[in-house]
Structure formats: C-alpha cells, structure tokens
C-alpha cells in the first residue's frame, strides 16, 4: 500500500496546486498517509532525526507559548513539517533504488517545465486570479504552482540532477524554462551553483556552459512588461516592505518566535491569501516563527544531514533562494530535499 501512495506522491508532484482546494492540498494528503504508513510500519530512523523531532517539539512548544494566536490552521503546518520529514524516513528504509528516485524526481522537474510552456504559451496572462489570492503574474512561466519563483527553483533543482548525471539536454531544457520564468532569485541560484561547480570540480565544460546560456539570453522572448523586466523595481520595493515587517514581528518574540506557523493570526489576514501565512524570506520566516533557539535547532539538524554532492547543492541553492521566497518550507521543495536525504541515511539508521 504504502508504494501505491508513494506512487502517488510522485504523480501529483508536477500538477502543483491544481488539485488544492482551499487550503488542502492533495499533494499534502497523500504525503501524510504515506507518513502514517510509514510510522505503523516502524522503520528504523537516521541518526539526524532525533534532533529534527526536537525541532518539532520545539515548534509545538512555540504554539503552546503563543495560545493567543493559536488556530488549527496553525497545527496544520507543523503536522505537514512532520509528515515531510517522514519522506526521507521512508525513502531511507524502503526505496533502495538510488538511481531510480533520481530519475524520476528528473523527470517530475521535466513534466512541470512541460506544464509550464504550455501554459507560458496558451495562458500567459495569470492577473484573472488575483481575485482568488494568487499573485497577478503575466507574460510569465508560472505552470502549475501559479509563481514563477517556485517554479523557477524546482526547475533549478531538477537542471542539478540532469548536470551530475550528465543529462545534458534534460538539463539545457530545464534550464530553458527557468529563465522564462523571469525569476531573479531563480537566476540568481543557478548562476551561482555554475560558478561554484565550474571553479571547484569543472565537471561542466566551460563552452557548454557559455554557449548554452548564450543561445538561451538569445531565444527567451523580451517581452514588455514590469514583471519581465530583470531590473524591475516594485516587486524589490514589495520585499524590502515584506523584510521590515518581518524584522518587526522577530522583535515581539526573538528567543522562541510567534509561534509555527502563527503569522497569518498575528497579522489579522486573511486566511484565504495564499501569502498570508508566509514572508518572503525563509530565513526570516523561521525565526519570526520560532526564534533564535528554533533557527539554532533547525541549522544544526541540517548541518547533520548526509552531504551527497547533489544534496549538497541543492541544500545551497533553495537556503540561497530562501532568502528572496520562502522556498525552504515550500510543500514540493521538502519533498525534494526530503527525498535526497534519505537516499544518503540509509547507511546512518538506528
């Protein structure tokens, strides 16, 4: 059963939020059952895990502090970290294929470009639903998780997999969408993950890499509009709004935070905006939301994760993207991260 669900997981992956409905996303639900059948089935659990469960409990303790804000919208967030978590679990003790996963988060990354172009190319112009609470995106590749800056970063993961495992094409086609998604904070990443591999392994030639980009700046389409425009500055001028708020809400609680997830209650927004229990920095989202101590905690568990080089890649990419969007926590972006650590703890389990 359990491989059915996992089967599953992976199925709903590149569809994003298609299949969500208010704020239950099937995704979410099918990586929760997984997670419950992965508890009844008791695996044994990487050594890193135990100090990822004290994170979590520090979490709850988070929201016990903060009763006042307190909602079952709240609970919801650390019960979806807990069943994320549990991807790695699972993956560690029962998937043993390691080249098999990779493929095929390979090819969910290439199945969400595919989605993306085709609706980069039929339905370009997203501002019809910001009635709806997503953002008013146009003339951008958004695909199936209605935001260019997610989109961009799962494409930029999947181009990591593609370069180390040489598929050169995968990887020259991810690499195509990410730039139509007009993402800074997505260019940003995969600009600096070339630097970083071509200084220290040079495993990439150096005219692949500068020729293929060129042939890309070429054919991406210069389309006119602020949101495609590289310096453009109302959505930098959003974030520096975004950032000061955040500092604000860090400041009634630095040693333990408002409370994980609490922001939206502590806000007075609106449930229903897809960006009210968010900021725009993963950094600054943990600790408005659980302080000093939980950010501590939550580094250090991560600082203990097995480091495949592609793990660690990825890690350096969305902590980077992180600071611009609040990738770190975002639903298919721990489960990709999830899925790579526990490739690595199968030999580190208790």
């Not at 180390?164 to 690499?175: A, C, D, I, Q, R």
């Amino acid at each position: 059963m359990d491989k059915i669900i996992f089967a599953t997981v992976l199925v709903l992956f590149p569809f994003g939020q298609l299949f969500k409905i208010g704020t239950i996303n099937a995704f979410d639900v099918a990586v929760l059952l997984l997670a419950i059948f992965t508890l009844f089935k008791k695996p044994r659990y990487p050594n890193w895990y135990r100090y990822f469960v004290n994170f979590l409990l520090f979490c709850i303790f988070g929201l016990v502090v903060n009763s006042s804000l307190f909602t079952f919208h709240s609970s919801l967030y650390v019960l979806r970290l807990w069943s994320y978590s549990m991807i790695a679990v699972y993956v560690a003790n029962y998937f043993r294929n390691h080249k098999s996963l990779i493929l095929n988060l390979m090819s969910l990354a290439s199945v969400a470009a595919v989605f993306g172009f085709i609706q980069y190319f039929l339905y370009p112009d997203f501002r019809a639903l910001a009635e709806f609470g997503w953002d008013d995106h146009y003339l951008r590749m958004v695909g199936t998780f209605f935001d260019p800056a997610f989109l961009g970063l799962i494409l930029v993961l999947g181009a990591i997999l593609a370069f180390y495992y040489k598929k050169y094409l995968t990887f020259l086609f991810l690499v195509f969408g990410v730039f139509l998604t007009y993402s800074r904070a997505s260019f940003l990443v995969l600009f600096v993950f070339f630097i970083i591999d071509y200084f220290k392994n040079k495993n990439l030639p150096k005219f692949l890499i500068l020729n293929s980009l060129f042939l890309i700046l070429l054919l991406v389409p210069k389309n006119i509009g602020e949101g495609t425009t590289i310096t453009r500055t109302a959505s930098g001028i959003n974030k520096l709004q975004n950032y000061k708020q955040s500092f604000e809400i860090i400041k009634t609680s630095p040693l333990y935070g408002i409370g994980f997830n609490n922001l939206c209650k502590f806000k007075n927004g609106d449930v229903n905006s897809h960006s009210c229990s968010g900021l725009d920095s993963s950094i600054l989202f943990l600790f408005a939301t659980t302080g000093v101590v939980g950010a501590i905690l939550l580094l250090y568990v991560i600082s203990l994760m097995p480091g495949s080089l592609e793990l660690k890649a990825s890690f350096v990419v969305v902590l980077l993207h992180g600071f611009f969007t609040n990738s770190l926590f975002y639903p298919h972006i721990m489960f990709w991260l999830f899925s790579l650590v526990g490739l690595g703890s199968k030999k580190d389990l208790k």
